[in-house]
Structure formats: structure tokens, C-alpha cells
């Protein structure tokens, strides 16, 4: 999909238009902004939390059963294969949601080195759900 720089810049000046529109304290507003990333950073890890674990035992349920069906060997060898790639696919999603925290961390960190501000999300700024 192609946007055209004048499409590109109207599209900037709404946005900066809607932002600027935004009145209020800017401790309720960072105070806002905490809350929108930890349930964000909460649903992450819970959803993919939970898709992990299932492809953790749907690979080692496949892994363990592929040795016990007497089947011929290239179906033996996909099945090995897809066990193994659910296997993988669920180590990666634990990986996702251990760097889940550290991630928005280091994307605010930008933005507060842009001159923005912006409080590190730790287990003390997110209320335990």
C-alpha cells in the first residue's frame, strides 16, 4: 500500500491537530498511558502466555505419540517435523512474552528521549490482575 506524501502529511497534522486537542494534566495523561501498556503488556503475556503452553504439549504429545504409531517412515518424519515446529513455535512465544516487558520499556525509553516522558513499566507501576 502506497500513501502519498500529501496523504502522509494530512494524515501527521490530524494527528497532531487531535493531540493538541487533548486538554487535561499530563500526570493523567502519562498516569492514562501507564494503564493503556500494562493491560497491553498484561493481555501480551496472557494470550500468548497460554498459546505457548498449548503448543508446548500439543508438540510433545505429537513428539512422543509418532514413536509409538507403526506408520511408514516419511509420515514418521513429517510428523517429527511438525511436532518439532510446535515445539519451537511455543519456545518462541515464551520468548515473546519474557521480552514483552523490556521491549515497551525500550520503545518509551525513545520517546522519553525524545523529549516526551514516560514511566518504565515494572511489576510496582502495573496493579497485579
Given at each position: 500500500m502506497r500513501i502519498s506524501k500529501v496523504r502522509a502529511l494530512l494524515y501527521l497534522l490530524s494527528i497532531a491537530s487531535l493531540l493538541s486537542s487533548v486538554s487535561g494534566d499530563a500526570a493523567a495523561l502519562?498516569?492514562?498511558l501507564t494503564a493503556v501498556l500494562c493491560s497491553f503488556v498484561t493481555g501480551i503475556q496472557n494470550i500468548i502466555g497460554i498459546i505457548a503452553l498449548s503448543l508446548f504439549l500439543v508438540g510433545g504429545a505429537m513428539y512422543a505419540l509418532v514413536h509409538?504409531?507403526?506408520?511408514?517412515?516419511?509420515?514418521?518424519?513429517s510428523m517429527q517435523g511438525w511436532?518439532?515446529?510446535?515445539?519451537?513455535?511455543?519456545?518462541?512465544?515464551?520468548?515473546?512474552?519474557?521480552?514483552?516487558?523490556?521491549i515497551v520499556n525500550m520503545i518509551g525509553g525513545f520517546a522519553a528521549a525524545g523529549g516526551g516522558s514516560f514511566t518504565p513499566i515494572d511489576a510496582s507501576t502495573c496493579p497485579a490482575t
Open positions: 502519562q498516569a492514562s509409538f504409531i507403526p506408520t511408514s517412515v516419511d509420515f514418521r518424519k511436532s518439532s515446529a510446535l515445539i519451537i513455535g511455543g519456545l518462541v512465544g515464551l520468548i515473546v512474552v519474557i521480552l514483552a516487558v523490556p
